[in-house]
């Protein structure tokens, strides 16, 4: 079979390391790809948000699979563009409709709330019930929690202790602070809890359980500091297991899978669940229509089957009858970023030392070529991943081999993990 990637990032790099192992695959593309992924897959120039560029290469290259890795060109349908094309295309990334799940937060919680699926309390503001917006903040216990509807490149959440300043940046978001994607806001209860990831591969029907992981979001140690795109995951969890996974299990993923097909959302993909335990109950904070990253990096490397086995049994219609093998080692994963992320950074950086790492796995997120040389192109710059028997070990193997990697500027937290 001949399998196409999109995307650019470490998610991308770490499925196209376990797709390139399978011996159902015959040639792996990745659009636009990295030059970290040059050695296992053939990297194509193509954007993705190119659809009539990557129509055109799906059908050059006579793909069979389509994986979409991030989740913009879900949100713009591509999936819908491209099915009207190529009939016998497997796309794996739900069609528009469905991308939803991610792409509005108010969707996702009318979904949630129809399906009785745990999660906060909330109110959805526009600039025609302003005052109703600013009403249910004050009826609200802090921290308060603003959330725009739409996508905001993780960017679009707010989590204020001060009931003015809440409604300031209500009044700031739904005057365009974060562009269209604020034209609408969720406010949302607070919950206080620790926050894991779950992942399912679905046909809109069915679904296998992936590995699930914890990431590590603000740029500070102890958990401190600004929201970043992810600065490290573990995987296994420790705690998802007995009560926990059974309430997960029950009370979140089958009622979401089932509510797709009883509201008549075709969905074959990834859902994404960032959850919350609170106390001890699950609670969903978010769904992504997507693989996360970092958890990409974590989960992949800890998958033992053959994957392209699963995407055939979604072709075939038999993913009921699919089983995943998964390693009982921990992954442990610590993102290298540039100086100054997720604020203003520098790009074109010569990247030295990658040929010293031993041991692990190293995953390019932001990463560009330049003559001979590799050069940071982002703000998460590398993904270094490590097997081992406890997620200590994996991260203090992880920790020695980010050490060896250096550019001006580089910048990695040494505490993933603390909080288990």
């Known amino acids: 079979m001949n399998i196409l990637i999109l995307g650019s990032g470490g998610r991308e790099h770490a499925m196209a390391a ?41 059908k050059t290259e006579k793909i069979d699979i389509l994986i979409v890795g991030p989740e913009q060109p879900l949100v713009d349908g591509i999936a819908d563009y491209l099915e009207d094309i190529h009939e016998q295309l497997l796309i794996i990334g739900p069609k528009k409709y469905g991308a939803q799940l991610e792409g509005s ?45 739409g996508l905001a490149a993780g960017k679009g959440v707010l989590i204020l202790n001060d009931l003015v300043e809440a409604k300031a940046e209500l009044k700031s978001m739904l005057e365009g602070k974060f562009g269209p994607a604020s034209s609408k806001v969720v406010i949302e209860a607070f919950l206080d809890g620790i926050e894991f990831s779950v992942f ?30 992810g600065m490290g995951a573990i995987s296994p969890v420790p705690f998802f ?28 993909g990834f859902i994404f669940f960032g959850l919350i335990k609170v106390e001890n109950e699950p609670f969903v904070i978010e769904y992504n229509c997507r693989m996360g990253d970092p958890e990409t990096e974590a989960v992949f490397p800890r998958i033992k089957s ?79 991943t490590t ?17 060896k990697i250096n550019w001006a500027g580089k910048y990695f937290r040494k505490d993933i993990g603390f909080d288990l």
């Open 18 to 58: 376990k797709i390139a192992e399978s011996a159902h695959c015959s040639k792996l593309f990745v659009a636009p790809g990295n030059p970290g992924m040059n050695n296992i897959a053939t990297v194509v120039n193509v954007a993705t948000s190119a659809f009539e560029d990557i129509s055109n290469l799906i």
């Open 105 to 149: 937060k108010a969707f996702a919680k009318e979904f949630m709330q129809r399906h009785h699926i745990p999660t906060a309390a909330y109110f959805e503001c526009t600039t025609h019930n302003l005052e109703e917006g600013l009403a249910y903040l004050e009826q609200t216990p802090p921290p308060y929690v603003l959330k725009a509807d």
């Open 200 to 229: 399912v591969l679905t046909d809109g029907f069915n679904y296998v359980l992936l590995p699930e992981a914890k990431d590590y979001k603000r740029i500070g140690e102890g958990d401190t500091g600004l929201n970043t795109g």
């Open 241 to 268: 297991k007995g009560d926990m996974k059974i309430k997960v299990l029950n009370n979140i993923i089958e009622p979401t899978v089932k509510g797709l097909a009883k509201d008549g959302i075709p969905y074959v």
């Open 306 to 384: 053959d994957f392209v086995e699963l995407l055939i049994a979604i072709q075939k219609g038999n993913l009921h009858d699919a089983q995943l093998e998964v390693i009982d080692e921990t992954a442990g994963t610590i993102i290298l970023v540039s100086g100054g992320y997720p604020g203003d950074y520098l790009k074109g950086l010569e990247i030295h030392g990658l040929e010293n790492v031993s041991g692990s796995l190293v995953y390019h997120s932001g990463t560009a070529a330049k003559s001979d040389k590799i050069i940071t192109n982002g703000g998460r710059v590398l993904a270094i």
């Open 387 to 403: 097997i081992a028997e406890d997620f200590k070990k994996a991260i203090e193997v992880s920790k020695q081999n980010a050490e």
